[in-house]
């Protein structure tokens, strides 16, 4: 629904309170006592069937006969009465509802029963509703308390979004003794309708908002939840900490990649892919929710630390390595220009202690000094309120000479008095982030770094690699003869079958069913030979010993073709023996790794990366993605490992640009067949020349294999690429144009479009005449979201795939409407690209959904408007300069 209706719910100018008391001590008494014991500016309203008047004031015995319209309804009245009440709300016209109410889902049927009710009726009025079970909201700067919280908050920048009721309270009493100020204060309750995807959206455009922090316990619309996360990760960080970390998956696993992915390492992946900061502790949260909004990010880990106190910078360091960061070194420049300073007996390596007597002209020249060292990636001053230096002086000091500094600097006061806390409320006031431990403050420091690292991940441009399309009729007919024989597991020949069709380097395998085609299918591969046993049973050929190496002759074949056959047996009545796989002995010595696949409940198919052959599972190192992954997100992938750290060292170097390729084939490989609920290729065998997929091992999905194709939703976590838009046109002129969505791998392409462009152009399409678009603002046009927007790009057969003209649509906040845009280059003008980009974003928009799309128009682009006349736009004049055009879809 996006955020549609939501400002009645955080910015009402009228509440009622259903279920307002007189009784001392009651939910409905606290609430509205908060709401008129405050400077609220808008009408509260009490509701009760049962009294006249509550707390003084008029009282209403339902929300219908109230003499004014109200915009937001909170409900703290028994859960059997609720469904009711919503339904009187929607015909009152109600826009928003917060639910305090306990009851529903998971108490029972009757409960059940009691929330599905409650929704028919939000959704045949289109009411947003917070809760059931929710502490309630509050936005401190109109000093709206619709909560039963006891304590208030201070007006800031951080909107806190909790999942638990409890940690709102606690959340509220250490804010306001460390004083930390909220834009934003909401329990979700039991997110039966808004959810956190919804409320990332929303403080996401929150002008008040500069970071969004996130207790977690669970997420029921990850895709969701990601897109909204991802949309505003780039301006608003998103810090986050997830109950429940060592809660393991319970099912059992038929392959590596399903027994190596628990579900916390699942949502770690998750949150690193949507640019979130994932903290462990509710002071990092908060801790590192302000620095990330008070100064510039890290570009790199090395820290320099300036103390007056020795042990506490000892300990700095000690927690600083230990969380993979590291301590500058200084540059000779800075250490002769220190020694001019500081006295003999100072030691001029970092962390710098210039010693308890230390003056506040000392630790100004100190830290001027260290502010020029082009080695420093950040900087942090330790102080313990000793010798001649003042805690609130030098809080002065620093604000003075950090204002121009585009560094991180961070502060530790470690003390509790008066003088400290002042000068830490100094500090913040001028966003300079102020801990009372150094701990504290380098934690702040390394999860400010993770969060430039996510930045980098999600917009990093990708290098084009050539994806061939696979036969995936021939594939799926592999599948459905499979399930059809009563075998949800493929054999080796059929797996391998797959990574051929992919284009991903495997070696040559035979399937043999007697001992005479093994030796046949020896000769033909030469020796030395592998033979592997073939079983739907045996899940780990290593376990049982059913893999043979280095089979020297023909005599050997038939020996150990009938061993094989025999463990097979001794296995178990029912077990099936297939005969045998024969492949060729590889002679060149590699890397083994683990690339597989596993379909996840809630999160769709997640991709696993890792240490391989028997040693998969005692080593566990393994990374986690999602596909689809692209050049980049394959780098990660491997770099997330100790694999790729070590490889060089090992005398065993990685050939890490074709291990990158076939880690994007494999994502494409999964992302095609959603009938497949678990793969791996393991050994994927990696040198510095090649890489080559040793064993293969795939699971089909029973119930997916039974559904038709059409019924096969998007359920990755990531929206795919749209292929389905992929088709070739031919203009006036009788050229070939290819018409498809622009993805991240196209934006050195589009940039040569922009930079092409004339003034005229360039300000018909931006409003404005562009010199020169960098990375970060080319990233927003070609990085897309596929929920939220699409391009259309035509791209010329020949001439290098030059782009020559986009369209575009965006999704608005409210889910039903998207602006859209066309350019064409100037060369390309009047041979009808207009026109075929303006139809496909309409046929784009309507497989959207979206009931309505408008673009504004420079009154002197006659080309563009006359476009949209034709297409039946509405033509709106704004004013002198501007027209608007919209269309209606539905």
């Not at 059409?710 to 690429?721: E, G, V």
Request: glycine fraction near 6%; proline fraction near 5%.
């Amino acid at each position: 629904m996006g955020i549609e209706n939501l400002d009645s719910i955080f910015n009402p100018n009228s509440i009622a309170v259903i279920g307002a008391s007189e009784r001392e001590g009651s939910i409905g008494a606290k609430i509205l006592r908060n709401l008129v014991g405050t400077n609220y500016k808008g009408a509260v309203f009490p509701v009760n069937p049962f009294r006249q008047t509550v707390q003084g004031m008029t009282a209403f015995p339902s929300v219908c006969k109230i003499p004014q319209k109200v915009d937001l309804a909170v409900i703290a009245t028994p859960a059997h009465t609720v469904p009711q009440i919503v339904d009187e709300c929607g015909k009152a016209g109600v826009s928003g509802i917060i639910i305090i109410s306990a009851g529903f889902r998971g108490t029972g049927d009757e409960g059940a029963l009691l929330e599905k009710n409650m929704l028919s009726y939000q959704e045949k009025f289109g009411m947003r509703i917070i809760g059931p079970n929710s502490f309630g909201v509050i936005r401190p700067k109109i000093e709206l308390y619709a909560t039963f919280a006891e304590k208030q908050a201070n007006s800031g920048k951080i909107a806190f979004i909790s999942q638990s009721a409890a940690l709102c309270a606690s959340a509220l009493d250490w804010a306001w003794d460390a004083q930390i100020g909220f834009s934003a204060v909401v329990s979700t309750g039991s997110t039966v309708e808004v959810d956190l995807g919804d409320l990332i959206d929303y403080f996401g455009r929150d002008a008040q908002t500069k970071s969004i922090v996130l207790y977690v316990e669970s997420i029921r619309n990850p895709r969701k939840f990601v897109s909204a996360a991802r949309d505003f990760a780039r301006t608003k960080p998103i810090v986050l900490i997830k109950a429940g970390r060592f809660q393991e998956s319970i099912e059992a696993a038929l392959s590596h990649s399903g027994s190596l992915t628990g579900e916390d390492a699942i949502y770690d992946a998750a949150f690193r892919r949507a640019g979130i900061v994932r903290v462990e502790t509710i002071n990092d949260l908060f801790n590192c929710a302000e620095a990330l909004a008070m100064q510039p990010n890290p570009a790199g880990l090395n820290l320099t630390i300036i103390t007056n106190a020795g042990g506490p910078a000892i300990m700095a360091t000690d927690h600083l390595i230990y969380r993979n960061g590291s301590l500058t070194h200084l540059s000779p420049e800075t250490i002769q220009a220190l020694r001019s300073v500081l006295p003999p007996y100072c030691c001029l390596t970092n962390p710098i202690d210039i010693y308890e007597e230390s003056s506040l002209e000392r630790f100004k020249s100190v830290i001027e000094i260290c502010l020029k060292d082009s080695r420093s990636d950040g900087f942090l001053v330790i102080y313990t309120p000793q010798g001649a230096t003042d805690s609130l002086g030098l809080a002065e000091t620093i604000v003075d000479l950090v204002k121009e500094n585009k560094k991180p600097f961070l502060t530790a006061l470690m003390s509790e008095d008066s003088r400290c806390r002042e000068a830490r409320r100094l500090l913040r006031r001028n966003s300079i982030p102020s801990f009372t431990t150094p701990e504290e403050a380098i934690s702040a420091f390394m999860y400010m770094y993770n969060y430039t690292q996510n930045l980098e991940l999600l917009y990093q441009t990708p290098k084009e690699l050539s994806i061939q399309q696979a036969d995936t009729k021939l594939l799926k007919d592999i599948i459905r003869r499979a399930f059809c024989e009563g075998r949800l597991v493929l054999s080796l020949p059929e797996s391998v079958h797959f990574l051929e069709e992919y284009k991903i380097p495997v070696v040559k395998t035979f399937a043999a069913h007697t001992s005479e085609e093994a030796e046949a299918f020896a000769s033909k591969v030469g020796y030395p030979a592998v033979m592997k046993v073939l079983s739907p049973q045996v899940i780990h050929k290593s376990r049982i010993k059913g893999v043979v190496l280095n089979i020297c002759s023909r005599l050997e074949i038939e020996p150990f073709f009938n061993e094989l056959q025999e463990k097979i047996k001794n296995l178990s009545p029912t077990a099936a023996f297939q005969g045998v796989a024969i492949q060729p002995m590889l002679r060149e010595r590699g890397i083994e790794l683990l690339v597989g696949a596993k379909r996840d409940a809630q999160f769709g198919p997640v991709i696993v990366f890792g240490m391989g052959g028997t040693s998969s599972e005692l080593f566990k190192d393994v990374s986690i993605g999602f596909p689809p992954l692209n050049q980049v997100l394959a780098k990660h992938l491997i770099e997330a490992t100790a694999i790729a750290r070590h490889a060089p060292s090992s005398g065993s170097p990685l050939n890490l640009s074709l291990l990158e390729e076939v880690l994007v084939k494999f994502s494409q490989l999964i992302l095609d067949f959603p009938e497949i609920q678990e793969m791996d290729m393991n050994p994927l065998l990696v040198t510095e020349r090649e890489v080559v997929a040793v064993d293969a091992r795939i699971v089909i999905d029973r119930a997916r294999v039974m559904r038709e194709a059409s019924d096969h939703s998007d359920q990755t976590l990531i929206a795919a690429y749209p292929k389905e838009y992929v088709a070739s046109r031919k203009l006036k002129n009788g050229v070939e144009v290819v018409l498809r969505p622009i993805k991240a791998e196209d934006e050195g392409r589009f940039n040569e479009l922009i930079k092409s462009l004339s003034p005229e152009s360039m300000m018909f399409r931006f409003f404005n005449v562009i010199k020169e678009m960098p990375h970060e603002t080319l990233t927003k046009y070609c990085n897309l979201d596929y929920d939220r927007q699409i391009a259309i790009m035509a791209e010329m057969k020949e001439n290098n795939g030059q782009i020559i003209g986009v369209g575009r649509v965006i999704v608005e906040p409210d889910g039903k409407n998207g602006e859209f845009a066309v350019l064409v280059h100037d060369k390309w003008q009047g041979y009808g690209l207009g026109s075929m980009l303006m139809d496909y974003i309409i046929l784009v928009a309507k497989n959207m959904r979206l009931e309505r799309i408008f673009a504004y128009v420079l009154s002197k682009n006659y080309k563009m408007a006359q476009l949209c006349k034709k297409k039946g736009f509405e033509m709106e004049t704004l004013d002198e300069e501007t027209v608007k055009a919209s269309l209606i879809l539905i």
